[in-house]
């Protein structure tokens, strides 16, 4: 009998060795998030866009094996050449809260803690991009309250996009009628370019002043109620004015608004001054809900 103890012993560390190193054991992480859940899942779901959150240092790289509606199937490939099969899951924790699971099979006890460190290092850098409005929508968009309440405009139909030039002439017409009445203007332009079925753009201009006027000729006067509204700063030329207003709609959409009035620009730097429109300012804006 005693003979056979030292096979026991060499037998059960054997055992152990492989359960310890070789049976696969289940490892999963959670973070939660505040980030609407229909924002997050375009995050999530889009996965052409997992480079620009997935953490470089992670030491592990993905490849998507399937998408379904609420969940990702991903294979990693560690720094050793071993693969490990994983799922992500998102769900919704509150209005405003999102909750972000990963599970793994990781290749035996002895790997779990340093492949849930990885984890939670790639959980993390999720939850840091889907707070920040601008990595979701490309703008920095949040809701605020309207100040301007008395305006004159000037609107035009033209048969082109307005230049620059053209834009300012019709500001300068307003600014110098506004200047006739002794009165003040009391913030920035707003343009809003709407482009026409028949194919012509509507170009609105206006400016508010400090009182109301009775308006002359094409210009007219218009009370503008101080409302809630959408609004976010864009850098870029009317390419990404424009890609800004349909992103606008996106917010709308997730924050569950609905635009009551035409959306506006404000021109936060003077164009004729930056020919360059890579470095153009715009404040774009829609009053809502």
């Known amino acids: ?41 375009r995050c999530f779901t889009d996965t052409s866009r997992w480079a620009d959150w997935w953490p470089k240092t992670s030491g592990m790289s993905y490849r998507i094996t399937g998408v379904t509606y609420n969940q990702v199937r991903i294979s990693l490939g560690l720094a050793d050449g071993n693969q490990v099969a994983g799922t992500f899951t998102i769900a919704p924790l509150s ?10 099979r990781s290749a035996g006890i002895g790997f779990r803690k340093e492949l849930g460190n990885r984890m939670e290092a790639v959980l993390d850098s999720f939850r840091t991009f889907i707070q920040s409005s601008r990595n979701i ?28 030039g053209e834009v300012y002439k019709k500001i300068d ?7 006739s009445q002794h009165a003040a203007a009391t913030g920035l332009p707003w343009l809003n370019v709407t482009h026409l079925r028949d194919g012509r753009y509507r170009v609105t201009v206006a400016m508010p002043t400090d009182r109301r006027l009775d308006g002359i000729g094409r210009i007219v006067p ?16 009317p390419h990404a ?29 003077d164009r004729r001054q930056q020919p360059d429109t890579s470095k153009w300012v715009t404040r774009v804006c829609a009053p809502t809900t």
């Open 1 to 41: 009998m005693k003979k056979w103890l030292p096979y026991t012993g060499a037998i059960a560390v054997v055992i152990f060795c492989c359960f310890f190193f070789f049976i696969p054991f289940r490892v999963s992480r959670i973070v939660s998030g505040r980030c609407l859940l229909s924002a997050a899942d």
């Open 137 to 164: 929508y490309g703008v920095n968009f949040h809701q605020t309250m309207s100040h301007d309440s008395t305006l004159v405009v000037l609107v035009s139909d033209d048969t082109t996009y307005p230049a620059t």
């Open 95 to 104: 209005p405003d809260s999102i909750l972000f699971r990963w599970d793994c």
């Open 173 to 179: 017409s307003l600014e110098g009628y506004i200047a």
């Open 241 to 269: 004015i424009e890609q800004a207003f349909q992103k606008m709609l996106l917010f709308k959409y997730d924050h569950v608004l609905t635009i009551i009035a035409q959306p506006y620009q404000y021109l936060i730097i």
């Open 222 to 237: 218009q009370r503008y109620v101080p409302w809630k509204q959408i609004e976010g700063d864009v850098y870029g030329g």
